[in-house]
C-alpha cells in the first residue's frame, strides 16, 4: 500500500484549518476505540499516513474453494484473497486540513493474472448512482511457494484508485452498494466495510478555526 499510495493522492490546497499531529490522531482513534485504522509517521521520510487495515473482501470458504478449483483443474483466475485499504498520505507529521480525496487500495491473490490486460476499472453501484474509477497506479509479482507439497505459484496484483471524499460519503449512505473490479466477479459492499471507512473519515476530518 505504502508504494501505491503517493501516485494517487492529490495534494490539497492550503486554508486556514485546526491542524492536529499524528499522536492526536493516535490518540483520539484509541480514544474512541478505533481498532481497524493505521495512523503511522515515518520520521525518515516526513510522510504520515491515515488508513483503513487492509481488510479480506473474499470469505474462507470462497478462498478455500478456489485454492480446491486451482489443484483441480490447474491455473484459472480465481482469486484467492482480495485485500481493501483505504487512506491519504500527507507530508509531515500534521494533518492541516480534511482530505478532498483518498486512495482506494486492491491487493488481488489468484492462481493467474486478473488485471495484466483488459479491464481493470473499478465500478461501484449504490442506490440509484453509477461510478466508474480507473486505476492511477498498478503493480505485480509472482509468489514461490512450497508448504508441505510440491511447488506452487500465484499471483500477487495491486491497483490503487483516487476517489474524493465526497463520493465516498455518497457511497456510505446509501442503502445498497455493489461492486466490481475489471473482470472480476461482482460483489455486494459488506457494512463492516463501510463502518471500518466511516472511521477513518471521521478522524481525518479536521474541523475549521
Keep these: 500500500m505504502k508504494k501505491l499510495l503517493p501516485l494517487v493522492i492529490l495534494i490539497l490546497a492550503a486554508t486556514t484549518f485546526a491542524q492536529q ?3 492526536e490522531l493516535q ?3 484509541k480514544s474512541s476505540k478505533l481498532k481497524d485504522l493505521i495512523v503511522s509517521y515515518d520520521k525518515f521520510k516526513d510522510r504520515s499516513i491515515v488508513a483503513t ?3 479480506n473482501l473474499i470469505g474462507s470458504w470462497e478462498g478455500g474453494m478456489a485454492i480446491f478449483a486451482t489443484g483441480m483443474a490447474g491455473p484459472n483466475k480465481a482469486q484467492t484473497m482480495l485485500m481493501l485499504s483505504i487512506g491519504y498520505e500527507f507530508k509531515g507529521d500534521k494533518l492541516t486540513a480534511t482530505p478532498e480525496n483518498y486512495a482506494i487500495i486492491f491487493t488481488s491473490n489468484s492462481s493467474d493474472w486478473n488485471f495484466l490486460k483488459g479491464d481493470k476499472n473499478f465500478y461501484i453501484l449504490f442506490d440509484e448512482s ?8 498498478q503493480d505485480s509479482d ?4 512450497r508448504i508441505g507439497g510440491p511447488m506452487s505459484v500465484s499471483v500477487k496484483e495491486t491497483l490503487g484508485f483516487g476517489i474524493s471524499r465526497a463520493d465516498l460519503e455518497r ?9 466490481k473490479l475489471g473482470d472480476t466477479k461482482p460483489r455486494e459492499w459488506k457494512a463492516d ?5 466511516q472511521a477513518m473519515l471521521t478522524l481525518t476530518k479536521i474541523e475549521a478555526n
Design 193 to 197: 466495510w463501510s463502518k471500518r471507512i
Design 130 to 137: 453509477r461510478l466508474e474509477l480507473s486505476p492511477l497506479g
Design 21 to 23: 499531529s499524528v499522536s
Design 171 to 179: 457511497i456510505l449512505a446509501a442503502k445498497k452498494i455493489e461492486f
Design 53 to 55: 487495515k487492509p481488510q
Design 27 to 29: 490518540a483520539k482513534a
Design 142 to 145: 509472482i509468489l514461490w511457494s
